[in-house]
């Protein structure tokens, strides 16, 4: 079964980049251009993953991913947030935080594997 | 508005001076704009630049570690179908070292014939394993030191079936088994297992039916001494047509002939085709 990725970014060539990176059989991938976008978008899709930016203008990625976090309502959806700055320290886990943070510019490398570990074991 | 500023009235021109005034406010606006935009543009671009390279070092880093994986695969696979090819050697002492001589050749050979690295790196295995099949044919006919009877020779004839049979289970070497299959058909359609007639016999098995045959006569047999290698690809120059392909024939002798053969059975080492 085929896995839906969310991703939103407000510059179309970086959403392209991410989409091409992540061109897999295996995922879904969902596009938003806008932090407003993606929440909508994730209601309807359900995503099992989510890949923010964070300088969304707006709703900022960090805003979405605590709206994601503190909404029980579409249970844990885990979130991969690509940051402009180092991600703070020993902050991940709390509540309203992303899964993953990968500070810009991120390994295309490490975003796979990320996505892989968060997915878990996917059927081809 | 009027042209000629000194036919103006006073109010008229201080009409004319507020447009202006406002008129550049304007510009200046729209300029300080631009260059907000311009600015915010370029700091983009510069952040889809790091980016890119981020992916370039990535691929970078890939394609090596990949790189350094097919060399280790190639080897490890060489090594392993090598073991296995000797492993039928060690029971027909009659043909000591012909699947190491026949893979060098035909390696040659097929590099001659311009074929590209993965192609060369399947030949090689078809070669190691030509005579895989043998493994199913009984000591007895294999050692058997004079005339096979003819059920002898039918059992014996099996051997590339057999090989076919036993590359047929593993997916990395399924590709070679049309040398391993093919090597004993003739151009004239006399051959076995299929007894098919030229090209119908896929190339793989027409180069190493000829790459076989050749080391065969230049090596030592119970019955006989080896013959020279002139001899024999006279040899081969007159059965083709019957048992070898005829066009074939002569890149064979032109490979002879300018010692890519000799220096192929003299090289120390066997070729890296991945490495680089």
Redesign the interface.
């Known amino acids: 079964m085929t896995k839906k990725i969310l991703i939103a970014d407000a ?1 179309h ?2 959403r392209s ?1 991410l989409r091409a ?1 992540l061109n897999d059989p295996r995922y879904q991938i969902i596009e938003a251009s806008g932090g407003v976008q993606a929440l909508a978008l994730r209601e309807v899709h359900r995503p099992d993953l989510v890949i923010l930016d964070e300088s969304m203008p707006g709703i900022s990625g960090v805003e979405v991913c605590r709206a994601i976090k503190q909404g029980a309502k579409a249970g844990t959806t885990p979130v991969i947030l690509l940051s402009e700055k180092e991600p703070p320290v020993g902050s991940t886990g709390d509540e309203g935080e992303p899964d993953v943070y990968l500070s ?6 490490r975003l796979l594997s990320a996505v892989e570990q968060l997915l878990g074991p996917v059927e081809d | 508005m009027k042209d000629d500023v000194a036919c103006m009235t006073r109010v008229e021109l201080e009409r004319e001076v507020r447009y202006w005034r406002e008129q550049s406010l304007l510009l200046a606006n729209d300029f300080g704009h631009v260059k907000a935009q311009l600015a915010r543009s370029t700091a ?1 671009l510069e ?2 630049r ?2 890119l ?3 370039a ?2 691929l970078n ?2 394609y090596r570690l990949v790189r350094e994986r097919t060399v280790e695969v190639e080897r490890l696979l060489v090594a392993t179908v090598g073991a296995l090819a000797n492993s039928i050697e060690a029971r027909d002492p009659y043909t000591r070292g012909h699947t190491d001589r026949v893979s060098r050749i035909t390696l040659a050979f097929c590099a001659r014939l311009g074929w590209e690295r993965e192609r060369l790196s399947i030949a090689r295995m078809g070669a190691l394993l030509h005579d895989i099949g043998k493994i199913g044919v009984p000591d007895a006919i294999l050692r058997k030191p004079g005339r096979l009877s003819p059920d002898e020779y039918a059992l014996m004839k099996q051997h590339p079936r057999i090989g076919a049979q036993i590359l047929q289970g593993i997916e990395a070497l399924v590709p070679a088994i049309p040398f391993v299959l093919c090597h004993h058909e003739r151009w004239d359609g006399k051959g076995y297992p299929q007894g098919l007639t030229g090209p119908e016999t896929p190339l793989e098995g027409r180069i190493l039916a000829i790459v076989d045959a050749f080391d065969a006569m230049t090596s030592a047999r119970v019955y006989r001494s080896p013959l020279a290698m002139d001899v024999a690809i006279a040899e081969i120059t007159r059965c083709a047509g019957t048992q070898f392909d005829p066009e074939l024939v002569p890149e064979f002798v032109r490979l002879y002939e300018d010692g890519l053969i000799h220096q192929a059975l003299e090289s120390e080492t066997s070729l890296e085709l991945y490495a680089v």
Do not use: V
């Open positions: 510059n060539a970086r980049l990176t810009k510019p991120y390994s295309p490398l | 983009e952040a889809l790091a980016q390279i981020t992916y070092e990535d880093r890939e």
